[in-house]
Every structure is written in C-alpha cells, then in structure tokens.
C-alpha cells in the first residue's frame, strides 16, 4: 500500500517533517511492507525554507538577523539556482525567506506580546543578506507573524524607514505610523523580483484588515485595533507616495503578517499562494495520483482550517481523486459533515488520544506514532 503523509507543522510543538515522520513510523510499526511517502507541507508561515530545503535543495544561508524586539535571532536563507559568484553572469537564482524567522509570534512570550511596538525589522536583515548573495528574486513566506507595522521595520533595514515631519526615525511598532511623513530614503534591493507568498487574502485596513483580524491573537486591544488600523491607513498613503501606487489599502493579500504583504505590494512585488507554491516545488499533485491512502494534519484543525489552509488543501485533492483522506491534529474543533464535504474521511486528535491537552502538547511525536500505527491496523492490506 502506498501511503502519502504530508502534513503542515504541528504549531509549538512539531515541525511538518518531524510530525510527518513519526506518523510513518508508528504505520510502519504495524505494517513493515507498505511504501510511506512523506511531503511535509507549509503555506509561508514557520517551517517554510525547512519544507521548500527538503524539496528544492539548494544552499542554506545562515543569517544573523533580530527577534520582533529586536533581540538577536538566528535566521537563514535558501539560495535555489546557482552560486552567487555567477549572479553577474545573468543566472536565475531565487532566494527563499521566512518572516516567521524574525517576525514569528513563537519567538514572544505570551505576556510580550504588543504589535503597538514589534517591528519586522529582522525581516529586512533577511531580505538584505538575500539580495547580497546574489538573488535575482526572493520570495518571502508570510504567516505566523507577531507584529502589525506594514513592514516599515522591514523598509528601516533596507535603508529606507519612515521618518517624522522633523526628519527623525520613528521608533519600532505599528502605532507610530500614525506620524509617519516620509521614507528616508531608497530600498537597496538590488532590483531584485520580490514575491509575497501567503494564504492570506485580507486587505491592509479595514474590518478584514491585518489589525482587525489578526491584532487580537498578537496582544492588540479593542483600543489597539483601532490606533492600529488607522496608523497603517495613514502609513499606506505615504509608501504610495514614495514608490507612485495607488490602491494599497485594499489590495487582496495586503494584510499579510500584518502589513508586510502591503509592503512588498508597493516594492513592486506580486502575491502568490504559499501553499501552491510549496505544494508545486515538492510534486505533491503527481504523489496524490499515484496514492492508496493520504494522511495530512496540523496543530489545530477548526473551521478556519477549510478555508485554505493546508489540510483542506490536500483533502480537496483527495476527494478529486476518489482517495481516502485522514486528518491527524492536535485538536479536532469542525464538524464531521462539515470536514467531510472538503474531502476528510475521518479525523484524529492528540488530545482525545491521550485525554488532555497537556500531555498533546508534551508529547506530540508518541501521540502521532501511536495513532499512525493505529491507522496501519485500520487501513493497510
């Protein structure tokens, strides 16, 4: 029996390959014989470049950059195409980043937590070693982000942050855009290609807006959202002015990690699907023709998981092709009938597994080990 396992990352606990791994360890426990294929899976959120390295190869570049507050961070960039001494010579070579790696909410203790005040800074540390490398274009994973600036951080690291009415640098956050006058100056990018890869369609402002729906989970109050949303307005018209736009506060995708996306917009860059891409980049629709049985999951699988993201993804691919679909998660929060409609034959959590979220959060690999080999006894010939 051929078995495809390719799940997204199991958020604050597992990585994609790791929780692909133990599902096929545990089935093979039970069933030696059959063939596991592991596609671990991301959308532009944490574990991109892990998933993107595993399928694409390339070379990992490691880059010292700064958490959402500034503090040192590890991060890295994938360079796909070529060396970068032969970037002179006209080759293609195509840098992947991760803003999680710099602007992730994981990296922020939940009590510092404030998008008033972090900044994507470290993200543009990312996207300058990138273009230093020699890329001729970069395509940036948005998602899982713990700040809310519309990526001015990210234009500071660049050389080109906004300045007062007085000339002085504001300082990090969201909430002092509202004083925004002016860049300081012209992004070096080298005219590298920028691309923006995310599942999130929401515009910049606005009731679905980057500070309206994702302020909340990153510490905003009611009072925040609406400091927040009216600062990124004001901070649109400037980055229009300065690159000659129009239209940014309503671009789809703008909201991305929280304005980034409307950043990249007005660099010139386009949005693309993160999970289109990634699911392109690791030959998943060829693996799903060639499947007896796929097994996919997340941390949480709930009612926004239909709605785009990864397992809903992989299940809608199944049921086009008439396979069966099992979902594995650490919690299961949707319905049967409603899961069943995307393509899900049936679906498994951690927490019923061991009987408390804690233990599903502590032990996450023997739980996945445990309910894969489960699986074997239940499915395989």
Not at 56 to 71: K, M, Q, S
Not at 183 to 191: E, K, N, V, W
Not at 260 to 272: D, E, F, K, M, Q
Not at 298 to 310: A, I, N, P, T
């Amino acid at each position: 029996m051929r078995v495809l396992i390719c799940p997204d990352k199991f958020a604050g606990t597992l990585t994609a390959p790791a929780a692909a791994q133990a599902v096929a360890a545990g089935w093979l426990e039970a069933a030696p014989d059959d063939e596991m294929v592991l596609r671990p899976l991301a959308d532009g959120g944490p574990g991109f470049v892990d998933v993107l390295a595993q399928a694409l190869g390339g070379r990992r570049l490691p880059v010292a950059t700064v958490d959402p507050l500034g503090r040192p961070a590890a991060g890295e960039v994938l360079l796909v195409g070529g060396a970068s001494e032969s970037a002179g010579g006209g080759e293609r070579i195509v840098a992947y980043v991760e803003s999680a790696q710099a602007c992730g909410l994981h990296l922020l203790a939940k009590e510092e937590r404030d998008p008033n005040t972090t900044t994507s800074y470290g993200l543009g540390l990312l996207l300058a070693a990138a273009v230093e490398a020699g890329a001729t274009e970069v395509v940036v994973g948005l998602g899982g982000s713990a700040t809310n600036d519309a990526g001015a951080g990210m234009l500071a690291a660049l050389g080109a942050g906004p300045v007062d009415v007085a000339g002085n640098a504001l300082p990090y956050g969201g909430a002092v855009l509202a004083a925004a006058e002016k860049l300081s100056g012209t992004p070096r990018l080298r005219q590298a290609e920028l691309v923006a890869a995310t599942d999130v369609d929401s515009p910049l402002v606005g009731l679905h807006g980057a500070s309206s729906v994702f302020g909340p989970q990153k510490g905003a109050t009611r009072e925040d959202v609406l400091r927040l949303d009216a600062a990124l307005e004001h901070f649109a018209g400037v980055l229009e002015e300065a690159f000659g736009v129009s239209g940014l506060t309503t671009m789809p995708g703008g909201g991305a990690a929280g304005g980034i996306g409307a950043a990249l917009l007005a660099l010139g860059g386009r949005v693309v699907s993160g999970i289109a891409l990634v699911t392109t980049a690791i030959g998943l629709e060829e693996e799903l023709d060639r499947a007896d049985l796929v097994i996919t999951g997340e941390g949480s699988f709930d009612h926004q998981s239909l709605r785009g993201k990864v397992a809903a993804g992989v299940a809608n691919g199944a049921r086009d092709r008439g396979l069966p679909c099992v979902v594995v998660a650490g919690r299961v929060e949707t319905g049967h009938r409603e899961a069943a409609s995307a393509g899900v034959t049936e679906m498994h959590s951690l927490t019923d597994y061991f009987g408390s979220a804690e233990r599903a959060m502590a032990e996450p690999a023997r739980g996945l080990r445990a309910i894969g080999a489960r699986l074997a006894r239940q499915w395989s010939r």
